[in-house]
C-alpha cells in the first residue's frame, strides 16, 4: 500500500491562487502517472490534472485548462498542482492519486492510490 500525503488546500478569495502537493514519503517506485480529482459536495468524484511518470505527458479536465498547472518530480514521487484563477465552482475535496498502467486520465477506477484529500474553498 502506498501513502500519499497532500498538503497546501485552504480558503482563498475568487480570483486567487494555491498550490497542491503531494508526495508518497519513504517509498520509491515506479508507477504510470499521479494526478489530481477533486469531489464538490453532492457530487460526483472528477478527474483535474494528471502527468505521466517522466513528465512526457500532461492531461487536464476542460473546466481548468488555462488556469490550472500540474507538475512532477518522480525522484521524490511528488506531484503538485498550481491553480490559479481560482472560481467558486473550484471549491472541492481535492486529492491526489497513482495509477500503474496506461489507461483513460478520466475514470477514476483507473487509479491505484488515493490520498485522504485537502479541502479546497475558494469564496466569492
Known amino acids: 500500500q502506498v501513502q500519499l500525503v497532500e498538503s497546501g488546500g485552504g480558503l482563498v478569495q475568487a480570483g486567487g491562487s494555491l498550490r497542491l502537493s503531494c508526495a508518497a514519503p519513504g517509498r520509491t517506485f515506479s508507477g504510470y502517472a499521479m494526478g489530481w480529482f477533486r469531489q464538490a459536495p453532492g457530487k460526483e468524484r472528477e478527474f483535474v490534472a494528471g502527468i505521466s511518470w517522466n513528465g512526457g505527458r500532461t492531461s487536464y479536465a476542460d473546466s481548468v485548462k488555462g488556469r490550472f498547472t500540474i507538475s512532477g518530480d518522480n525522484t521524490k514521487n511528488a506531484v503538485h498542482l498550481q491553480m490559479n484563477s481560482l472560481e467558486a465552482e473550484d471549491t472541492a475535496v481535492y486529492y491526489c492519486?497513482?495509477?500503474?498502467?496506461?489507461?483513460?486520465?478520466?475514470?477514476?477506477?483507473?487509479?491505484?492510490?488515493w490520498g485522504q484529500g485537502t479541502q479546497v474553498t475558494v469564496s466569492s
Open positions: 492519486v497513482i495509477k500503474m498502467r496506461s489507461s483513460d486520465w478520466e475514470r477514476a477506477t483507473h487509479y491505484d492510490f
